[in-house]
């Protein structure tokens, strides 16, 4: 069965420091999708990024970053730089596709609960 | 655009009440998802419809009701619920459900049931 496991239920920074945010996977698939969603105070899920498990190359996007390695099963996201406006709770999923193939389930992780401090 | 609107965006009901939750997304998605979203957990999946089809009920009570009236809009029909189904409700739209797509997600009903 798929999961998805964020070890980190909370991290505060100061601004300006750097923060990783770290997100384990299991599945069987050899298919699969990886996203990153954040979700603001009003509720909002803002999708940040999506990478397959065919493309590991790491990608920086402004103060973003993100780290895949399928050998260890992380999908690690990095902001530089950190600002309160980055407060927030952060959601890694995994996509897979429903046994009948007419769904498609994101299995969300537990989340991490950011608090970027002036 | 992105956008995936829902009405209202605060709602509270009696346990006797009838009421409705409604999502609309304009950007020809033809997949569409209601989730369940308690305080400090991840979003639950209730319902996916598919071409305006009921493709997966992940075992939600009755109660629950879901209507997909055309394309862009998605309903979710409430009648005498528990106060345990308080709750973030959100709804999403993919272009599809049959790959892997990205889920846009509405910014959610907060539902309190007294």
């Known amino acids: 069965a798929q999961k998805v496991t964020q070890a980190q239920t909370e991290i505060s920074v100061v601004e300006k420091e750097d923060v990783t945010l770290d997100c384990v996977y299991e599945t069987r698939d050899t298919t699969y999708y990886l996203f990153w969603y954040k979700q603001p105070p009003s509720g909002e899920l803002v999708f940040l990024i999506r990478?397959?498990?065919?493309?590991?190359q790491n990608e920086i996007s402004g103060r973003y970053s993100w780290n895949f390695q399928k050998s260890t099963s992380s999908f690690n996201f990095t902001i530089t730089a950190s600002q309160v406006v980055d407060s927030a709770v952060y959601f890694c999923?995994?996509?897979?596709?429903?046994?009948?193939?007419?769904?498609?389930?994101?299995?969300f992780g537990p989340g991490t609960r950011l608090s970027v401090l002036p | 655009d992105t956008e995936v609107t829902q009405t209202p965006k605060h709602l509270v009901m009696g346990m006797t009440n009838k009421k409705s939750l409604k999502c609309e997304q304009h950007m020809g998605h033809r997949a569409m998802y209601w989730y369940k979203q308690k305080a400090k957990k991840p979003p639950e999946l209730m319902f996916v419809y598919s071409y305006e089809k009921l493709s997966i009920n992940e075992s939600v009570p009755s109660r629950f009701s879901p209507e997909c009236p055309n394309s862009s809009l998605l309903n979710l029909h409430l009648h005498a619920l528990q106060p345990e189904d308080s709750a973030l409700y959100l709804c999403?739209?993919?272009?599809?459900?049959?790959?892997?797509?990205?889920?846009?997600f509405g910014p959610g009903t907060r539902l309190l049931v007294l």
């Open positions: 990478r397959n498990s065919f493309d590991e």
């Open positions: 999403a739209s993919s272009q599809t459900s049959g790959g892997q797509e990205t889920q846009y």
């Open positions: 999923a995994l996509s897979e596709l429903f046994r009948d193939n007419y769904g498609q389930n994101f299995v």
